[in-house]
């Protein structure tokens, strides 16, 4: 197998600077996750009970509530070749080693520092800590100086009913000074840790969302959160995540994974949890968008769109989208009885449509099918369908396998689909964040 380069974030969880970060050379990224975690003194690849996200991009993160680490490796360049140590034994020693073809170890800087006569002082050996070089920036204030800057923009409080046995708890808050993900993660887990203790003595499941927008708003934000936290009491670990940063990263995916995606019991597995979140979303926008994003992580495709359709002018409009094109796709409206989008709406529940060469098909029409700047080959369509009623259609473009989707797939974008058409169907019945005046 052939040898890569990856670079290796460490890092602890709401920490502003990383334990560890540096390009290491191995076969795959669980390798180079490794010799990551040797570096800082750890041992093992994936730490059990954590969480593993494996994006399109080939960028893999990894969140371990347990011992309050986040570590994250993505496809590198190979580095530049580093000047010689100006140490006469060391470099001898080293050519000695380079020419034998012996690993050249690399020494610590307190070493490289150390007047000759001095002798090190007995101590436990300390982990590797390599910091980011980094350029100016704004400073961030720590979590305690900004906390009453706090602006609460809206919050949603839901008991256990019938349909929803669960004490949801929602809250979104503005932060309108400059701050890094670090200290807005660190201010979000600790809203929500108080949340949690306010909610310690009820019966029942917990769900807690906490979300820190860098902006006001009043009906609905200009961009997404800039950290996310939520809790779910069935699980053992705190969800992270930073939509603003996620959007502004794979709005355009530049390619897909080389990782394939895990076996279709581990994809519908996590399917299943995810999709309880359909639960608490506000609108169909917002399950469209959670789908799509569900499917690029499960389904890795060139390109996702959900469509709706649009009773009023009798039109497919682009409500979701990710990947190539994505920003262009947005809010585009199509005419309903063309193409192979067409044909799909046509489809029964659970029916999936699936081309290997879509523009070989005489249905597929270039203007309505195509995807801006795609090379578009194979096409997997799955309509909204609930109890004989169409509402839309999904769509992704150029699977993860030689361009393909595989029935596998298809599994996965038909529990999806069937999970989300029932949300679309009944609307956005559940009660709205109230918004704070």
Not at 17 to 34: I, K, M, S
Request: aromatic residues 6%; hydrophobic residues 40%.
């Amino acid at each position: 197998m052939a040898t890569k380069y990856w670079k290796v974030e460490i890092s602890a969880l709401g920490g502003s600077e990383p334990l560890f970060l540096g390009t290491v050379e191995a076969p795959t990224w669980p390798g180079a996750l490794q010799q990551g975690r040797a570096l800082i003194g750890e041992s093992g690849g994936v730490p059990a009970g954590a969480s593993c996200n494996v994006n399109p991009n080939g960028t893999v993160t990894i969140q371990d509530a347990r011992q309050r680490r986040r570590y994250q490796v993505l496809p590198a360049e190979a580095p530049s070749p580093t000047p010689p140590v100006s140490d006469a034994a060391g470099s001898s020693a080293n050519r000695a080693r380079a020419i034998s073809g012996d690993p050249i170890p690399l020494q610590p800087r307190e070493a490289l520092d150390r007047s000759p006569r001095e002798e090190p002082a007995a101590h436990a050996p300390e982990p590797v800590r390599v910091r980011r070089a980094s350029a100016p920036r704004p400073t961030s204030p720590p979590p305690a100086t900004v906390e009453n800057k706090l602006i609460l923009l809206a919050s949603r409080d839901e008991r256990p009913t019938s349909s929803s046995p669960i004490h949801f708890r929602e809250r979104m808050y503005a932060l309108p000074v400059h701050f890094q993900t670090g200290t807005g993660e660190q201010l979000a887990t600790k809203l929500l840790r108080d949340i949690q203790n306010e909610l310690a003595q009820e019966r029942g499941a917990r769900f807690v969302r906490i979300e820190l927008f860098d902006h006001i708003w009043k009906r609905e934000p200009d961009h997404p959160p800039v950290v996310r936290v939520e809790w779910k009491d069935w699980n053992e670990s705190i969800d992270i995540e930073f939509p603003l940063d996620e959007e502004t990263r794979h709005s355009e995916a530049p390619r897909i994974s080389s990782v394939p995606p895990p076996r279709t019991e581990d994809r519908l597995a996590l399917a299943f949890e995810a999709c309880h979140d359909l639960l608490f979303m506000k609108n169909r926008a917002e399950a469209l968008e959670f789908a799509v994003h569900l499917l690029e992580e499960l389904v890795p495709s060139e390109a996702t769109a959900a469509f709706l359709l649009d009773i009023n002018t009798d039109q497919f409009r682009i409500v979701a989208a990710r990947g190539t094109g994505a920003n262009a796709r947005h809010s585009t409206g199509l005419p309903s009885a063309s193409g192979l989008l067409a044909a799909a709406s046509e489809l029964g529940e659970h029916a999936v449509l699936v081309l290997a060469d879509a523009a070989a098909d005489p249905r597929f029409d270039e203007n309505i099918d195509g995807v801006p700047g795609l090379d578009v080959r194979a096409l997997l369509y799955r309509p909204l369908v609930h109890r004989g009623r169409m509402f839309g259609v999904l769509q992704l473009a150029n699977g993860s396998v030689r361009g393909m989707f595989t029935e596998a797939d298809c599994e996965v974008v038909d529990y999806i689909t069937q999970q989300l058409s029932v949300f679309v169907a009944r609307g956005a019945s559940m009660p709205k964040a109230k918004a704070i005046s």
